[in-house]
């Protein structure tokens, strides 16, 4: 079954920098785009990032357009979050998701990893 | 961006009753090919969302039969014909027909 794994989260401070990475298994990896969405503690479902299967596009939610880059390994099965100039509103779970359909973009994370949390502080 | 509104934002239900959630778009979520780019997720208390419903009516792989998606354009409802302990957790609706993809506020659902 489909399994994504997540790490690098941790504690950071104000304005560093953090890599989040996720493995995937259990589906052809270079065949769907994968997805990062956050959650703040005790708050609601915000989507982050998106990459295409094959890394030809790339979009980002405009809160961290230019601040963070999405990309991806499809030799590692990896996908990976460059987050830079972090701030304490990006304290949050990462989850990365993977797209429901193969070959497109669809928008639509159907199944999700267990996450790795962000806390940005001094 | 499509502005996603869930009501009501908490229900406490007793156990075998219904349970019914709404959601509603700030546009058409009618894809051009005919399908409706909204779904439904549970997060679970201290776990990772699980997708419930896609395409505004179909269950996904392994959701219960109890769960069901409704609506078309711009209102949606899901419905729990007989809620269970395990549903507790808040649900939340999202639409995929544009970026960025957006979520409703969610939905906390308890157990009287």
């Known amino acids: 079954q489909v399994q994504l794994v997540e790490s690098g989260g941790g504690v950071v401070q104000p304005g560093g920098s953090l890599k989040l990475s996720c493995v995937a298994s259990?589906?052809?990896?270079?065949?769907?785009?994968m997805h990062w969405v956050r959650q703040a503690p005790g708050k609601g479902l915000e989507w982050v990032a998106f990459?295409?299967?094959?890394?030809?596009?790339?979009y980002y939610a405009d809160s961290v357009k230019g601040q963070f880059t999405i990309s991806r390994d499809n030799s590692k099965n990896t996908v990976s979050l460059q987050m830079n100039s972090l701030r304490p509103d990006d304290t949050a779970m990462y989850y990365c998701?993977?797209?429901?359909?193969?070959?497109?973009?669809?928008?639509?994370?159907?199944?999700w990893g267990q996450g790795t949390l962000v806390t940005v502080s001094s | 961006d499509v502005v996603m509104t869930q009501t009501p934002l908490s229900l406490s239900v007793t156990p075998g009753q219904p349970a019914s959630i709404s959601c509603k778009s700030s546009?058409?979520?009618?894809?051009?090919?005919?399908?409706?780019?909204l779904s439904w997720f549970l997060q679970r208390p201290g776990q990772s969302p699980q997708l419930l419903i896609y395409d505004a009516f179909n269950r996904f792989s392994g959701v219960p039969h109890r769960f069901s998606g409704s609506g078309s354009g711009t209102d949606f409802t899901l419905k729990i014909s007989r809620v269970e302990a395990e549903d507790v957790g808040v649900y939340y609706c999202m639409q995929n027909i544009e970026f960025p993809p957006t979520f409703g506020g969610g939905t906390r659902v308890e157990i009287k």
């Open positions: 546009r058409s979520l009618l894809h051009s090919d005919g399908k409706t780019s």
């Open positions: 998701a993977k797209d429901s359909i193969r070959l497109l973009d669809w928008l639509l994370p159907d199944s």
């Open positions: 990459i295409r299967y094959d890394g030809s596009s790339k």
């Open positions: 259990g589906f052809v990896f270079n065949d769907y785009g």
